[in-house]
């Protein structure tokens, strides 16, 4: 089954403590980025991947790092969390051409 | 991208068609229509996009206006399954992946 996956579902963290995000696509994608959701601001783009080794600026990239050392996978790093980093993380996936596909989402608290 | 115009909230009865109206009035030639839904706080997910034709698959309809402005999502028979928000989303080319822009979308709410 094609499918995004993400984890940890669900993460309660310190202020501080560094943290890592999943992400692992199975269809052999090119593009693979990372948005965060907060109530009022919508869904936002943190980072984006074109393809192994490149990666780009998304709108709000600030806090955040990501690698792509295999096509398969896009970690999410969180070097230092804060409480502003508290948000509903989603992850996906895409062809060069096609609709992308989303992961099942990480809510981080970070307290 | 060009900028897209939704309205905020929506209902609609169960079975009957659930038409959602989408203002693009700055599309580019080369912009695509793409039509994503996310129910709950689950990922979003792809419904249909389109160029100029209108499109249907198994999920929805796109009718794209001939000047290309504006477009309409239709779920012919809407389902208490189908409430979510829908976004619209006009991207360049049929490349959707990287850089996907947001709005607020359109909670639809489908009432029994």
């Known amino acids: 089954e094609a499918q995004v996956t993400q984890n940890p579902r669900y993460l309660i963290t310190v202020t501080g403590k560094k943290l890592t995000v999943t992400c692992s696509q199975n269809?052999?994608?090119?593009?693979m980025s990372w948005y965060r959701q907060d109530p009022g601001l919508g869904l936002r783009q943190i980072y984006y991947s074109m393809n192994v080794e490149v990666t780009d600026k998304g709108d709000v990239p600030e806090g955040y790092k990501v690698s792509r050392k295999e096509k398969r996978n896009f970690p999410l790093i969180l070097e230092s969390p804060s409480p502003n980093q508290t948000s509903l993380y989603f992850c996906a996936s895409s062809p060069l051409v096609g609709e992308a596909f989303f992961g099942q989402g990480t809510r981080l608290t970070v307290v | 991208d060009a900028k897209t115009t939704q309205p905020t909230s929506m209902d609609c009865a169960e079975g009957r068609a659930a038409n959602l109206p989408c203002n693009h009035s700055?599309?580019?030639?080369?912009?695509?229509v793409y039509w994503y839904r996310q129910i709950h706080s689950q990922g979003p997910q792809y419904i249909i996009h389109g160029l100029k034709n209108n499109e249907t698959n198994e999920m929805a309809s796109l009718i794209i206006t001939e000047d290309r402005k504006s477009s309409t999502l239709i779920l012919p028979h809407a389902t208490l399954r189908d409430t979510a928000v829908y976004y619209c989303?006009?991207?360049?080319?049929?490349?959707?992946?990287?850089?996907?822009?947001f709005g607020e979308g359109t909670q639809l709410t489908v009432n029994p």
């Open positions: 700055t599309i580019s030639g080369n912009e695509y």
């Open positions: 269809m052999n994608h090119e593009y």
């Open positions: 989303i006009v991207r360049v080319g049929g490349t959707s992946g990287s850089r996907l822009t």
